[in-house]
């Protein structure tokens, strides 16, 4: 059975909500899983997961929440190559430019992600929602 972690943060509630069905579509696979909040995750952490799937919402200028995910992010980052790895997000205006840079972002740091960032537009609507569940099935795999 994979162990799977989803690390998130939410400030309106719309990424927490992709979280839950990231999770809901690897349980429904068969995966182990767990969510944590940014707060709650740490690099130590990482040794009980081969598969994690992070989720922050676009940020002022398009970018990640800087307060306590971005630096989460950023202490387990050398970590994570060599990890199934996934990112999921939303935004409220732009067209996903945050998403776009943290995916080459994670390129950069030799880190193979296992697809595209889903992202929606504020809430997850039906195919937002959908589009998760998928995700979370592939992180099963």
Known sequence: MNNVAIVYWSG???TEAMANF???GAKAAGA?????????????MLVNYSTVAFGCPSMGAE?????????????????????????????GWG???????WEQEC????ITLLSK???CNEAPDDDGAAACRALGRALAQ
């Not at 970018?63 to 935004?91: H, T, W």
């Not at 067209?95 to 840079?101: C, I, K, L, P």
């Open 95 to 101: 067209d996903g430019e945050w998403m776009r840079t």
């Open 12 to 14: 309106t509630g719309n």
């Open 63 to 91: 970018q990640l929440e800087d307060g306590e995910f971005e630096p989460m992010f950023n202490s387990v980052k050398p970590l994570l190559p060599g990890r199934n790895i996934a990112l999921f997000g939303s935004y």
């Open 107 to 110: 390129a950069d740091c030799g």
């Open 32 to 44: 182990d899983v767990r969510l944590f909040t940014a707060h709650e995750f740490s690099k130590d």
């Open 117 to 119: 960032g889903v992202i």
């Open 22 to 24: 990231v999770a809901e």
